[in-house]
C-alpha cells in the first residue's frame, strides 16, 4: 500500500485550484500580496479556456452601449439572471479587456486598427472580442506565460485537488453551522509520485471550470468532470442553478470524436443557415431571429428536427459566402473540417448539439465568496447569478475574468486575518489498495454518460428524471463503496464527482416544476414555441 507522504506539506497564502481563465487571472492578481501556488490536473494550458472559440464579449463602440449588453443577457436568461450582477459584469467589461490586453492577449483587429468585433446568438450588436476563431487558445497563451514567468507563483502541473480541507478534517462538527465552515487548503494527488500531499493556504480559489464529461457528447476536454463542485457539495458548500446544462447547437457531427469539435457560433453571426439534410431551412417555425436565437432555442430546435427526421444531424451552410473570407475568419474550423474531406466554402458542416457549459455551481456573492469561509470561486464552476437560465454566447469567459477580479481585491483586503491551520492531520489511506479492476471505473463512467444523455439532456420528463435518479443511485453507492477501498487514483476521483454532480443535476431538474431557459421539460410545456410535436 502507498504511504502517505508527511515531508511535503506546503503552505502558500493563496491557493488556486485550476489554471484556466478564472484560476490564472486570479493568480496573477493577487501574487503581489503573496505567494502563490496553482494547481492543475493536467498541464497548465488544459482547460475549457483553450478551446473557446467565439470570444468575449464587451460593449466597445457605438452603437452598441452597456444597455443593450444588459438587455440581451436578461433576455437570453429567461427571467432568472440577477439584474445587480448582469448590470456589474457589463459596465467591468472593457476594464477587464484591458487588463486581458495588458497580459499580453491579441485580438483581431480592421484595417483601421479597431477592434473586429463579430456577432453571435443573443445579441442585438456586434460586441464580441475574438482572436480568428481559437480565441480561448490566444488567451490562455497569455496568461500561461504571465504565470509561469511571475517569481510568486508556483504551478504544479499533474496535481489534482481531491478534497477542499475545513474543520471536518479536524474530526469538528461542522454540518449544522454551514456559515462558520472554513476551507483550511486541499489534499492534492501529485500525479508524478503517486502521493496525496497537504497544501495548507490561508485563502482557497475554486476554479476547476465544467463539467461536459458527465455527458456522452461534449465539447469540453477531458479535464471539465466538475471536480470542484463535488468538492464543494461534499464539504457541504452551497450549489445551485444546476439543471441548466447549456447544450450548444453546433458540434461537429463526428461520432468518433471526443471532445466534439466546436463550430462557433460566430458562424451563424457571419450569415450561417442552418437547414435540415433535404436543404430545407427551419430556424423560422421556432423563432423569429431564426439561427441566431438564443443557444437553447436553437439547441431544442434542433434536436427536434433530428427526431422528427430520424437523421442524425442538420447542417450549417455557410457555402453562399465569400471563400477567402471564411478561410480568413474561421482558419481552424475550415482546416479541420478539411482534414475530414469536407470543404466547407463548398460544402455544408453536419453539426449536432453537444453539452457545452454549466449556467450553475458554486453559489457565490458579488465578491466571488462561497458560502465556505476562505472559499472562493470563480468561472465556470461557479453560480454568480449571470446566466439565470441560459447563458448568452461569450459571457462566460468575461464573467470569469470580473469575478477573478472582484474576490481578488476581496482576498487581499482579508488575507492579514487568516493564520494557517496547522492542526490539520495528513491524508489517511490505511486499509486501501489498489482497484481490482480498471473496468469497474470505465464502465461506470460510460454508464453514468448514458443515463445523463438519455434522460437529462435537452428534452426531460418527469418520468425520466426519476429513472435517471434510480439508475444513478446504483452508481452512487457501488462507487462510493470503491472509493472507501481503494488507493486514491484521479480516474477514480473524477468517476466519483462526476456521479456527485450528475445526482446534482438531476435533483435540481426534478425540483423545478416548470419549463424555463435550458431546463425544458415535456410535463411542463409552457412558452415554447414550435415543439409541440415531441
Ligand atoms: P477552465 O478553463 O476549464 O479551467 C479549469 C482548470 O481547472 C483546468 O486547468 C483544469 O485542469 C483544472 N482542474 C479541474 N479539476 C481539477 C482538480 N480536481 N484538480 C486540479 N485542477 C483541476 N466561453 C466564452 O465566453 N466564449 C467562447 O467563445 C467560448 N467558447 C467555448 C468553446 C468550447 C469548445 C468550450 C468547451 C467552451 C467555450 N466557452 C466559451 C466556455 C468557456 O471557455 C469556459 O466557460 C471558460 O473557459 C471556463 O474557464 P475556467 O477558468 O472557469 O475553467
Ligand atoms: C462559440 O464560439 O460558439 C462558443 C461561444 C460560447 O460558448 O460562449
Not at 139 to 150: F, V, W, Y
Not at 202 to 231: F, H, W
Not at 367 to 385: D, V
Request: net charge neutral.
Amino acid at each position: 500500500m502507498r504511504k502517505t507522504d508527511t515531508s511535503r506539506r506546503k503552505k502558500y497564502d493563496f491557493l488556486v485550484i485550476g489554471s484556466g481563465i478564472a484560476g490564472l487571472s486570479f493568480a496573477l492578481k493577487v501574487a503581489k500580496h503573496g505567494k502563490v501556488c496553482v494547481i492543475t490536473k493536467g498541464k497548465i494550458a488544459e482547460s475549457n479556456t483553450s478551446y473557446a472559440q467565439g470570444g468575449i464579449s464587451a460593449v466597445t463602440y457605438l452603437p452598441d452601449n452597456f444597455e443593450k449588453h444588459i438587455q440581451d443577457t436578461l433576455i437570453a436568461g429567461a427571467g432568472l439572471c440577477n439584474a445587480e450582477v448582469v448590470e456589474t459584469v457589463v459596465n467591468e467589461a472593457p476594464a477587464q479587456i484591458a487588463q486581458l490586453l495588458e497580459w499580453g492577449t491579441q485580438f483581431d483587429k480592421t484595417e483601421d486598427g479597431k477592434f473586429d468585433l463579430h456577432r453571435e446568438g443573443g445579441h442585438s450588436e456586434h460586441r464580441i472580442l475574438h482572436h480568428k476563431d481559437n480565441t480561448g487558445f490566444e488567451i490562455q497563451r497569455a496568461l500561461s506565460k504571465a504565470t509561469l514567468e511571475h517569481p510568486n507563483i508556483d504551478v504544479l502541473e499533474n496535481h489534482f485537488a481531491v478534497e477542499i480541507i475545513t474543520q471536518h478534517h479536524l474530526g469538528e462538527m461542522v454540518n449544522k453551522w454551514r456559515k462558520d465552515i472554513e476551507c483550511y487548503g486541499a489534499y492534492v494527488l501529485n500525479q508524478q509520485t503517486n502521493n496525496v500531499e497537504t497544501i495548507l493556504a490561508r485563502v482557497t480559489m475554486m476554479a476547476t471550470g465544467g463539467l461536459g464529461n458527465v455527458y456522452e457528447t461534449t465539447t469540453n476536454p477531458d479535464i471539465a468532470t466538475g471536480d470542484g463542485i463535488a468538492m464543494v457539495y461534499r464539504a457541504k458548500g452551497a450549489i445551485e442553478n444546476m439543471e441548466f446544462i447549456q447544450f450548444h447547437p453546433t458540434s461537429l457531427y463526428n461520432p468518433k470524436e471526443r471532445p466534439s469539435f466546436l463550430i462557433t457560433e460566430a458562424m451563424r453571426g457571419f450569415g450561417g443557415i442552418l437547414r435540415r439534410k433535404d436543404g430545407k431551412k427551419f430556424m423560422h417555425k421556432y423563432d423569429e431571429r431564426e439561427s441566431l436565437a438564443p443557444r437553447d432555442i436553437v439547441a431544442r430546435a434542433i434536436d427536434n428536427e433530428m427526431k422528427m427526421t430520424g437523421d442524425s444531424f442538420v447542417y450549417l451552410d455557410v457555402t453562399h459566402k465569400d471563400a477567402q473570407e471564411i478561410k480568413d475568419h474561421y482558419p481552424n474550423i475550415y482546416q479541420k473540417c478539411l482534414s475530414l474531406g469536407i470543404d466547407i466554402t463548398k460544402e455544408m458542416i453536419p453539426v449536432v448539439p453537444a453539452a457545452h457549459f454549466a449556467c450553475g455551481g458554486i453559489k457565490v456573492d458579488a465578491k466571488g465568496r462561497s458560502s465556505i469561509a476562505r472559499l472562493y470561486a470563480a468561472g465556470e464552476c461557479s453560480s454568480t447569478g449571470l446566466h439565470g437560465a441560459n447563458r448568452l454566447a461569450s459571457n462566460s469567459l468575461l464573467e470569469a475574468v470580473v469575478y477573478a477580479d472582484a474576490a481578488a481585491k476581496d482576498a487581499i483586503q482579508h488575507l492579514p486575518s487568516y493564520n494557517f491551520c496547522d492542526q490539520v492531520p495528513e491524508w489517511n489511506d490505511e486499509g486501501t489498495s489498489q482497484p481490482e479492476e480498471m473496468v469497474l471505473i470505465t464502465q461506470s463512467q460510460k454508464e453514468l454518460e448514458q443515463i445523463m444523455s438519455y434522460y437529462v439532456g435537452i428534452v426531460r420528463s418527469n418520468l425520466r428524471l426519476k429513472r435517471a435518479m434510480d439508475r444513478l443511485e446504483i452508481l452512487y453507492h457501488e462507487t462510493e463503496d470503491l472509493y472507501q477501498r481503494s488507493v486514491v487514483s484521479k480516474r477514480l476521483c473524477e468517476l466519483r464527482n462526476t456521479i456527485q454532480v450528475g445526482y446534482l443535476i438531476i435533483k435540481m431538474a426534478r425540483q423545478r416544476k416548470e419549463s424555463r431557459g435550458l431546463h425544458y421539460t415535456i410535463d411542463y410545456p409552457n412558452q415554447l414555441k414550435g415543439l409541440e410535436v415531441i
